[in-house]
């Protein structure tokens, strides 16, 4: 797991450099022929990670309901978001990550319910869900690699 984690830790570090390189305005841009914005990739990789590690294994979220429900899968941004959405995020990125390795270490996930995704990945366990988050995050990581192009 301790690779797993590592790898977690590095695509969290490049989510927060798009926080901290691109203005509120591109944060905020979602360009033609797209259904979001990097700002909205980087809440719902927050939010997906909650559901699939902590959500499934009957453990309560560390998020909000209302911050989940805005985020999670088959959502669209609304309005532009402030700057206090980007300073949660910021915060959000890194902080889940010990807190994450403290919980699976402990047995805190153990409870995991078998749980198939959309897409046909089946998770076992807390382990698989970690695994198959680094996945997903990477799929969003290339969105936002895109999404780039057209907004600056």
Do not use: C
Not at 28 to 46: A, R, S, Y
Not at 93 to 111: F, H, W
């Amino acid at each position: 797991m301790n690779n797993d984690f590592h790898i977690w830790e590095n695509n969290r570090n490049i989510f927060l450099k798009f926080l901290i390189h691109n203005s509120l305005e591109q944060l905020n841009k979602t360009p033609e022929g797209f259904n979001n914005n990097l700002l909205w990739n980087i809440g719902h990789v927050i939010v997906v990670q909650q559901r699939l590690v902590y959500g499934i294994a009957n453990v309560p979220l560390n998020i909000t309901d209302d911050l989940f429900q805005k985020y999670k899968p088959g959502t669209k941004p609304g309005i532009p978001e402030p700057q206090a959405t980007v300073d949660l995020f910021a915060e959000l990125l890194i902080q889940p990550i010990e807190q994450t390795k403290s919980d699976y270490n402990s047995g805190k996930l153990d409870n995991y319910m078998p749980y198939t995704t959309s897409k046909g990945f089946h998770l076992a366990n807390a382990a698989d869900a970690i695994t198959f988050n680094n996945y997903h995050e990477a799929l969003h990581l290339g969105t936002m690699i895109s999404l780039l192009k057209f907004i600056k």
